[in-house]
């Protein structure tokens, strides 16, 4: 270990200019919940607010104090360091655990450092770097259900005290975090999405400006707007921030499910549109000379166990498409010398998506809630990476259709652009209202369990008890023994 890591062109390198690719995966659904990690429905805030309700305040905390301690220890982290060879760990964060709506939104929970501390020792303890990623912020950061705001805007461009209050967080971040080298970087915002670019330029100088009066080192890991996707209208990076590394996501919709049921072949035209997405959320990087880190890819995966229909099939051609990126990630530095990026998969753990680790079905966890996740499959309440009966389907499709007999073509725009009605449609009316009534039944399920029931519950996600996604974690150990 040598000093921090710092950018210089289109590297990261250590404090001896050596070049360090930082590879790995992040702890989603950990510190940041997401429903179809887990299986809740709908947001994180909510989905805790209902159980408060159900089950009282006193194991609500014993239940989550445990999942949280269960979700990533010194077991996880070995077998992320010395059976895979990966070295970065990202840690998204809810803004919660920091700061209370209900109070100035200054005032910084200790709790949240307590929790933070804990993943981050474990790393530094097995030599990982972290990058520290704001997952959901005040107000709001994207139009989606995960960003945890409840409603399908991003207020926080909007208010300025929302802004002071992330701008302050971080501050306070950078002081606690100023003198360990372990830590690779801070991740301000993920997926920020807002129509006015220019807001979003504004803000990452204004904290990057604050947050360098207090750790001048740290490098920034910075998302592109609209979901990590959009350069354009940042300035030129010898103009901006100095030490920044340029995130983007670059999920590929071949490795997703789809109504019509096709799967990736690996022929030449989906291998060149692989790259062709790739290179054109890139671009700046390449313009600017500046480095690439690529925060979250990754396909998903079937499972018997949900019901899907020859999972076997299905998973063999979405490996083939996390194969084919990955080979376009290895030679995929912008200054055209064949050095591969920097990446992190989404994700570490869940309970069966997309987890190189994953919950087992016959865990305590399925147990209780089995019957549900089948439920919730058949609704299509998750947005990410699930698909939706075709009866209900139609019901969506039908008020789409609705709504643009109605909607003259030439306004049948809004931001994201990437968005159509029916994803407007769909996030509004299924990720959140539907799936606010959901919270309920889910909620349900936790009454009468007893202390051990719910130690029992948040141990399913300990190391000892999953499942490991072996194919996958092949891939990802081929690739690193093979740079």
Not at 73 to 85: R, S, T
Not at 164 to 170: F, G, M, R
Not at 394 to 413: G, V
């Amino acid at each position: 270990m040598s000093g921090f890591l710092k950018t210089k062109g289109t590297k990261i390198v250590d404090a001896n200019d050596q070049p360090v690719v930082l590879v790995g995966t992040a702890i989603g659904g950990h510190l940041n919940m997401e429903n179809f990690i887990t299986g809740y429905p709908g947001t994180e805030t909510l989905h805790k607010k209902r159980l408060v309700e159900m089950i009282g305040q006193e194991k609500v905390d014993y239940f989550f104090d445990k999942f949280y301690q269960y979700f990533w220890e010194d077991e996880d982290a070995k077998f992320f360091k010395n059976e895979l060879g990966l070295n970065c760990l990202r840690i998204p964060f809810n803004y919660h655990h920091f700061l209370d709506d209900d109070s100035d939104l200054y005032t910084i929970n200790p709790k949240g450092f307590e929790r933070l501390d804990r993943i981050v020792d474990i790393c530094t303890q097995n030599e990982i770097y972290t990058v520290l990623d704001l997952h959901t912020a005040p107000g709001g950061q994207n139009q989606d259900w995960h960003c945890d705001s409840g409603i399908n805007k991003s207020l926080l461009f909007d208010f300025k005290v929302f802004q002071d209050a992330v701008i302050n967080l971080w501050v306070q971040i950078a002081k606690h975090y100023k003198d360990n080298t372990w830590v690779a970087g801070y991740n301000p915002l993920n997926e920020p999405s807002v129509e006015d670019h220019s807001r979003l330029v504004g803000f990452y100088k204004r904290l990057a400006s604050e947050v360098r009066k207090v750790d001048p080192n740290h490098m920034f890991f910075l998302d592109g707007n609209t979901y990590a996707m959009d350069f354009r209208q940042f300035p030129k990076a010898d103009e901006y921030i100095p030490n920044t590394v340029y995130s983007i996501h670059d999920y590929s919709n071949y490795g997703f499910p789809n109504l019509e049921g096709t799967l990736y072949e690996g022929t030449p035209e989906e291998k060149a549109e692989l790259k062709h997405q790739y290179e054109r959320k890139i671009q700046y990087m390449v313009d600017n000379g500046v480095p690439v880190w690529n925060g979250e890819f990754g396909p998903v995966y079937a499972s018997e166990v949900r019901g899907d229909k020859n999972p076997d099939v299905i998973n063999r051609a979405r490996y083939n498409v996390l194969r084919d990126q990955l080979a376009v990630y290895k030679e995929g530095d912008p200054s055209g010398d064949k050095s591969p990026i920097s990446w992190s998969i989404w994700l570490y753990k869940d309970i069966g998506f997309q987890g190189m680790t994953y919950v087992s079905p016959e865990s305590k966890w399925f147990q209780v809630f089995g019957k549900w996740f089948h439920k919730k499959k058949h609704l299509g309440l998750d947005r990410w990476g699930n698909d939706i009966d075709p009866e209900f389907d139609r019901l969506y499709q039908e008020l789409t259709d609705h709504m643009k007999n109605h909607i003259p073509e030439q306004y049948q725009k809004m931001y994201p652009p990437v968005w159509t009605i029916k994803d407007h449609l769909t996030v509004a009316a299924k990720d959140l209202l539907f799936s606010q009534y959901a919270q309920f039944e889910y909620a349900d399920l936790f009454v009468g369990l007893e202390l051990e029931d719910l130690d029992e519950l948040a141990a399913s996600f300990k190391f000892e008890n999953v499942c490991k996604r072996d194919e996958l974690n092949a891939i990802l150990k081929d690739y690193k023994e093979s740079r």
